[in-house]
């Protein structure tokens, strides 16, 4: 007996899906008479291969789900490009794309109406349908609908019961297990399954659960992501729920679902969405709309770390390199700074001025603690110096420094960047591996950097115990230098060249004598 053809229902009518994949409206269907499975064809499983501008994708009709999605723009250390599947095993249910309601559509091998994509050319836009009709009765109709310039997809996924008796389903989509390199335990910079739900960010953390967890209320999206890129799943009607689980190693899955319904002999049910897959640049993700840039976690500086991410494409767009925006970046930073860092500095010096003076009230009220109090700050009141004058105007500039910090540790649009000798400005600047202990890298921005550091210790001016300042001297560029060492390049670019403009101001600001800066120290 023939297959019946796709026929919807008025309930999924709401709201509406582009304009390609709604289904044509018709008649309530019949009570269907039989059906074939599709498992009876002997079907062997084979690729359907989407070419576009930005990206190269590859599905199997066994599952229908993607076994590759490549990134053309975006290489990886290699020279390949950056290919968003993290587990490529075809044998790995469910697999990114994946759509089912039963452990045989998860698995089967689908029929295909094309065996190739091109949108490379003049097509805008094109459409993969995949079918399947299980033992079960229930046939599987999968339309994507891919976009030239868009590194998304649009899913429109029906489910029809052929069988003559009423079968429940429960249409699911999704992406996994894991992202990119979420395998490689070093070097995968993996995040927790993220989602924005009720107007806030939520993040599952899978280690406190081994079973399946569903998230209900209004749902913008949910999606894995790491450092630099995300696959996003975005319901495009109401009533979606996210559910997220854990996979072989640890790996996560991320889904969307909907309500699991009875189907009558002839209905049907359908999900649709858009999936993003590709970077986290804020330009892009702001176009998709659906507060998809809030993917992007800049921290509690968020308000300050995005300005400075887009004056680094600024700055980019005029120098071409982004090693060079970075330091003109901290150029502008520190001229604007500068008034409170002349300013602390200024204290500073006045402090070491005048601590003779203070060591010999400490010694001579040692067993007075109160007249030592009171003969201290009248010291400080008659040369006008401020003990936290030192202190508060660099607090000022902690949230600066932070919102820098997130901005450079997030930015996609260093990606392979490259600078003098570095490669890649979102790795370690690794100039070649010393062998020993199995091999270790020599990165040599991280060793400057320590350099630098002990550099602008040793002109600080020395205030308290001299014994803790000499240790302080040591200690400090030791410990930034390993916490430093395995950073994104990009960063340590950019405390490098902090570190060298502080020196700078330091040598310029204790060109004065001790007792001038006393004088001119500022008051309480």
């Known amino acids: 007996?023939?297959?019946?053809?796709?026929?919807?229902?008025?309930?999924?009518?709401?709201?509406a899906p582009p304009p390609a994949l709604v289904p044509a409206p018709s008649a309530p269907m019949p009570t269907p008479r039989g059906y074939t499975p599709t498992a009876q064809l002997g079907l062997s499983a084979r690729e359907v291969v989407v070419e576009t501008p930005l990206m190269q994708v590859v599905l199997s009709t066994a599952g229908a789900r993607v076994s590759s999605w490549k990134l053309k723009q975006y290489r990886s250390a290699d020279g390949s490009p950056v290919d968003l599947v993290a587990v490529k095993d075809a044998g790995a249910a469910p697999g990114p794309l994946a759509v089912w309601t039963d452990a045989e559509q998860a698995q089967a091998v689908y029929q295909v109406d094309r065996a190739r994509l091109d949108l490379t050319g003049r097509d805008e836009a094109g459409t993969l349908t995949f079918t399947h009709v299980s033992a079960s009765g229930i046939e599987t109709d999968k339309k994507l609908r891919f976009y030239a310039n868009l590194y998304q997809v649009e899913v429109a996924l029906t489910l029809r019961n052929l069988a003559p008796a009423e079968i429940a389903v429960e249409p699911r989509i999704a992406w996994g297990p894991g992202l990119r390199n979420s395998l490689d335990k070093k070097n995968s910079t993996l995040q927790?399954?993220?989602?924005?739900?009720?107007?806030?960010?939520?993040?599952?953390?899978?280690?406190?659960?081994?079973?399946?967890?569903?998230?209900?209320?209004?749902?913008?999206?949910?999606?894995?992501?790491?450092?630099?890129?995300?696959?996003?799943?975005?319901?495009?009607?109401?009533?979606?729920?996210?559910?997220?689980?854990?996979?072989?190693?640890?790996?996560?899955?991320?889904?969307?679902?909907?309500?699991?319904?009875?189907?009558?002999?002839?209905?049907?049910?359908?999900?649709?969405?858009?999936?993003?897959?590709?970077?986290?640049?804020?330009?892009?993700?702001?176009?998709?709309?659906?507060?998809l840039d809030s993917i992007v976690d800049l921290g509690w500086f968020d308000f300050l770390a995005r300005p400075a991410l887009w004056l680094l494409k600024l700055l980019y767009s005029f120098t071409g390199n982004y090693g060079i925006a970075i330091i003109i970046v901290t150029v502008l930073q520190k001229i604007a700074f500068h008034p409170l860092t002349a300013k602390s500095l200024r204290s500073m010096q006045a402090m070491q001025a005048i601590q003779p003076k203070v060591q010999a009230i400490q010694e001579r009220y040692k067993n007075n603690p109160k007249k030592k109090q009171e003969e201290t700050m009248s010291l400080y009141r008659k040369h006008g110096v401020n003990p936290m004058g030192g202190c508060l105007p660099m607090l000022v500039q902690i949230p600066i420094f932070i919102a820098l910090y997130n901005a450079l540790s997030n930015s996609v649009e260093m990606w392979q960047a490259r600078f003098l000798w570095i490669r890649d400005l979102t790795q370690p600047d690794a100039l070649f591996g010393v062998t020993i202990w199995g091999g270790y890298p020599l990165n040599l921005l991280a060793l400057l950097m320590g350099a630098s550091m002990w550099v602008q210790q040793k002109m600080s001016p020395p205030a308290g115990d001299p014994r803790q300042a000499q240790m302080m001297l040591w200690m400090m560029p030791v410990v930034f230098t390993f916490m430093f060492w395995s950073f994104p390049s990009g960063l340590v670019l950019y405390w490098l060249v902090n570190n060298i403009l502080q020196v700078g101001q330091q040598w310029l600001i204790t060109r004065k004598a001790p007792r001038l800066a006393a004088a001119e120290g500022e008051g309480a």
């Open 192 to 291: 927790a399954p993220t989602l924005w739900l009720d107007g806030k960010r939520v993040q599952e953390d899978l280690a406190q659960t081994n079973t399946e967890k569903l998230h209900a209320g209004a749902l913008s999206w949910a999606g894995l992501q790491d450092s630099y890129f995300a696959a996003v799943l975005i319901p495009k009607e109401k009533g979606l729920q996210a559910f997220v689980k854990k996979a072989a190693e640890d790996q996560p899955i991320i889904g969307l679902a909907a309500a699991r319904q009875a189907l009558k002999p002839g209905g049907h049910a359908a999900l649709i969405a858009t999936v993003f897959a590709g970077p986290k640049d804020l330009d892009i993700l702001g176009k998709v709309g659906k507060d």
């Open 1 to 15: 007996p023939p297959t019946p053809t796709a026929v919807p229902s008025p309930q999924a009518a709401a709201p």
